[in-house]
């Protein structure tokens, strides 16, 4: 029987070959974008595989500019913009909780990038910052001599459960922004802590608390390697188990969320895309955006006090 169908032309042939080799090319370059930007696939990644991967390096520069924490919102606040602003503001909250005097000896303990650290040098204190990724003191050190504050701050690799290349008593205060949910042995750090301080000497940890062991950011936490956050209640046991006294706490969650509410919106498309391909796990902050903004409540942003006696 002859074919009824008309044969397909050659210009038409040469049309569906050319949508194939775009999709095609489409599907591979999205592959690689993929397999490049995102985490190397660890189960329990190390801090500094946290930091290192393109995803990490990208979403950091590119949503807060190489900044690595927060920022401080009126209560009740939509917008998240200017998101430097809210920063600075979270840093001058994080300053006036240290309540010291200008020329007093601080250690800023996981300094990111130094940002934090020059705030609190341009408000008189001397600030040692430490770190254990060493592109973030690269990134520091460039930073304090750009902003010609090397008189007022020193960058040096420390891992703040290993604190024996500094004296006992010789600070008046040590702070973490958003750096102590990282120690794998939260009791061993403040006892560090603890021994570097003067008496009256300060610590204040701006940190977030995932204190409703909340079953669905585990993932997160382990990712994002902060798997011993702590239990509510946790934070005021271990600060007063390592002798310190005068705790106070000051729930600072509400005062947060349109940043992180601005994570959520960003990389909500993203994400249940990277659900659908079984990849979400490839993208941690990505992840952890949208989590714990869809599971708010399920954590708390803290600024604990407490003093050496
Ligand atoms: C979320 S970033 C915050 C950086 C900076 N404080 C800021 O606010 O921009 C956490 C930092 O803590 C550092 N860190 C994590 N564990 C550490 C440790 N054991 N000792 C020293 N620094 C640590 C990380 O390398 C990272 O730079």
């Not at 595989?49 to 500019?65: A, N, T």
């Amino acid at each position: 029987m002859a074919d009824s169908n008309p044969p397909t032309s050659r210009p038409a042939q040469g049309r569906r070959f050319r949508l194939r080799y775009l999709a095609g090319t489409l599907v591979l370059l999205a592959s690689a974008i993929i397999a490049f930007i995102s985490n190397n696939g660890a189960e329990a990644p190390s801090v500094q595989e946290y930091y290192s991967s393109l995803e990490s390096r990208l979403g950091y520069w590119l949503l807060l500019g190489n900044t690595r924490h927060c920022g401080l919102y009126e209560k009740g606040q939509l917008s998240p913009f200017p998101v430097s602003k809210a920063q600075r503001a979270m840093e001058e909250k994080l300053y006036t909780r240290l309540d010291l005097k200008p020329g007093s000896k601080v250690m800023d303990a996981g300094a990111g990038s130094g940002y934090v650290a020059m705030y609190m040098a341009r408000k008189g204190l001397n600030v040692q910052a430490i770190d254990i990724t060493p592109h973030h003191i690269t990134d520091a050190r460039k930073n304090v001599k750009k902003n010609g504050l090397e008189d007022k701050i020193s960058v040096d690799y420390a891992d703040y459960h290993n604190l024996t290349a500094f004296p006992d008593a010789s600070f008046d205060g040590i702070y973490t922004m958003e750096t102590f949910v990282h120690a794998d042995d939260p009791a061993k750090v403040l006892g560090n802590f603890y021994r570097l301080l003067k008496p009256g000497g300060v610590i204040v940890l701006h940190e977030a608390d995932f204190s409703r062991n909340s079953e669905v950011l585990q993932d997160v936490l382990r990712l994002s390697h902060c798997q011993n956050t702590l239990k509510e209640g946790g934070y005021e046991e271990l600060v007063a188990g390592a002798g310190f006294k005068d705790y106070s706490l000051d729930d600072l969650t509400d005062e947060v969320l349109p940043l992180w509410r601005l994570f959520g919106v960003v990389g909500y498309l993203p994400y249940q895309i990277f659900k659908l391909l079984g990849i979400q796990h490839k993208f941690t902050n990505v992840m952890a955006g949208v989590e714990t903004w869809l599971n708010w409540g399920d954590g708390r942003y803290i600024s604990v006090r407490a003093v050496k006696p």
